[in-house]
């Protein structure tokens, strides 16, 4: 009788591998992505790319369908093309007129994947079966932004900034303009509840602008709630119910839309604890020069250590389905920016997660803070909108990382509106 050779299991990748390979996925994710948007709209889908580039369909598709991720992981590797089928369609894209520059990047990208191929299994396919038989929780790369490290940070960073908060509430939304088919009203309202400052630390702060560039998109000076003016001494951007009486002197500064209102306290206790939440609203062009969507993420940066973030945003119903969510948590550069083509580089190893709220106000409450319903539905009484017309999108995190940005990525979805 024939003897039948038992297949040995595929040994797992280690810890390290396996953080190497959660790394280079992201890296190759966000190296392919510019150069899929780069090609011509009807060469974005796998049918119309293959015949564009001249490349098969199925590396095409592999390529389509890893963008169309929520993230990348270890697993990406093994959906992916192989390294040749990578080659040619860099090769193709560059033979349609795609930046050298960004093909450039992404082949850099393809051979980190062919060494650590070689490296690591010797082929895609083997690769693929040591990644399925490691199990992810085990390994230490997912610990690397646990609760007890993000514990520590947050204890480190009070004491280095002598301030601290027990939550950080960021709530936004977004509607079309009523009055002007071109535009987007914001809504913002900031939270620093049971916030305390050590004499001679640094002083209590809110990020209170947006993310357009004020040289490409001049706007007008965002208001309070009643349409005062956010400038200077602005007491009418306090929302004086969820906050701390006697109530706390809020001023206003910044160029342009790029607001800070800085908190000062005089009249309190020195560490008493006080609570402090502001609102703004703002508006906005819809689309961006080139035509595409102004509105591509919405953040949260932490910037005052905090053992809880709240991250609630909502949008108009005719505008979130134009819209695919996903959330991540980015290191800010130090100009308070993150760059948008490479995040990969500055994405922290583990990531928070997206919870759908749904449409309304039924499920805003949050366990984070008994007030949080009360202030939503205040925030939309106050703009006149009807919570019934959005759809909301939350992120809690227990010791958010501190001067991360949790952001909000909006992957535009052009054939939705027609759905």
């Excluded at 079966?129 to 940070?153: F, K, N, S, T």
């Excluded at 991250?311 to 979130?320: A, G, L």
Aim: glycine share 8%.
């Amino acid at each position: 009788m024939p003897v039948t050779m038992a297949t040995r299991p595929a040994d797992p990748l280690s810890s390290e591998q396996w953080g190497r390979a959660e790394r280079l996925a992201s890296r190759l994710r966000g190296e392919l992505g510019p150069i899929v948007a780069a090609l011509p709209e009807h060469a974005r889908g796998a049918s119309g790319m293959a015949r564009h580039i001249g490349v098969v369909r199925n590396t095409c598709q592999r390529v389509v369908s890893v963008l169309q991720e929520p993230a990348a992981d270890a697993g990406t590797l093994a959906r992916l093309p192989g390294v040749r089928g990578l080659e040619q369609f860099l090769e193709g894209c560059q033979g349609v007129g795609v930046s050298k520059d960004l093909v450039a990047l992404a082949r850099a990208a393809v051979r980190d994947f062919d060494r650590f191929i070689k490296e690591n299994g010797g082929s895609q396919s083997k690769l693929a079966d040591r990644i399925a038989a490691a199990e992810q929780p085990a390994h230490d790369a997912a610990r690397l932004c646990g609760v007890e490290a993000r514990m520590d940070l947050y204890h480190a960073a009070r004491n280095v900034t002598g301030r601290d908060c027990e939550l950080a509430i960021s709530l936004e939304a977004y509607r079309p303009s009523p009055t002007d088919p071109g535009s987007i009203e914001r809504a913002v309202a900031n939270g620093l509840i049971q916030t305390s400052l050590t004499p001679g630390g640094m002083p209590a702060s809110i990020l209170a602008g947006d993310t357009l560039d004020p040289e490409t998109d001049p706007q007008p000076a965002p208001v309070s709630l009643d349409d005062q003016p956010a400038r200077g001494d602005t007491p009418s951007a306090i929302l004086r119910e969820f906050s701390t009486t006697p109530l706390p002197t809020v001023t206003t500064r910044g160029p342009g839309s790029q607001l800070v209102q800085v908190v000062d306290h005089e009249r309190l206790e020195p560490g008493q604890r006080f609570d402090v939440v502001t609102a703004r609203r703002f508006v906005h062009p819809k689309s961006n020069p080139d035509g595409s969507p102004s509105l591509d993420s919405v953040w949260s940066l932490v910037n005052c250590p905090s053992q809880r973030l709240l991250f609630d945003v909502y949008f108009h119903r005719d505008m979130e389905r134009l819209f695919r969510p996903m959330i991540d948590a980015q290191l800010w550069f130090p100009n308070l920016e993150s760059p948008s083509g490479d995040r990969w580089l500055t994405r922290f190893p583990a990531q928070p997660k997206l919870q759908l709220l749904g449409v309304g106000l039924a499920n805003a409450h949050s366990p984070f803070y008994d007030k949080h319903a009360q202030l939503s539905a205040r925030l939309f009484e106050r703009m006149g909108w009807d919570a019934d017309e959005l759809v909301g999108f939350r992120c809690e995190v227990e010791y958010p990382i501190w001067r991360a940005g949790y952001c909000l990525n909006l992957d535009y979805v052009p054939d939705a509106g027609d759905a």
